[in-house]
């Protein structure tokens, strides 16, 4: 059963900006509430890596590569998280995945949704 829907991936070019939906519509106000919700990434080759997480009292945490550009959020009544993701960078391109820890440590995974962004060119220096 699927426990967690994200939305909200697509195409983006580098500076712009994308925001993430993740619901969770088998939970209940009871056990969502509660529970450390957050966005993981992971890009091919690279292991996943945790992008920003939300307790239950809207304690925030974010991975020093996303701060002052990525904002996560949380709606209890209507059991989401969101991922503000701005200024976006080609190296932001991952799927991104939403994580729900319950009260009781049980742990949640979401399908994923691919964000892609695309810039202008990215520098190689190449040296001998």
């Known amino acids: 059963q699927v426990q967690l829907v994200e939305s909200g991936g697509g195409l983006v070019q580098a500076g712009g900006s994308l925001r993430l939906s993740c619901k969770a519509p088998r939970n209940i106000f009871s056990v969502f509430a509660p529970s450390t919700m957050a966005w993981y990434r992971q890009s091919p080759g690279k292991e996943r890596e945790m992008v920003a997480s939300?307790?239950?009292?809207?304690?925030?945490l974010y991975a020093d590569s996303v701060k002052g550009r990525f904002t996560i959020s949380r709606d209890n009544s209507r059991k989401m998280i969101y991922l503000q993701m701005n200024s976006l960078k080609p190296e932001d391109t991952a799927v991104y995945y939403c994580n729900q820890v319950r009260e009781d440590s049980s742990t949640y995974w979401g399908q994923g949704t691919q964000v892609t962004v695309w810039g202008q060119g990215t520098q190689v220096t190449a040296s001998s």
């Open positions: 939300i307790t239950s009292s809207r304690i925030t």
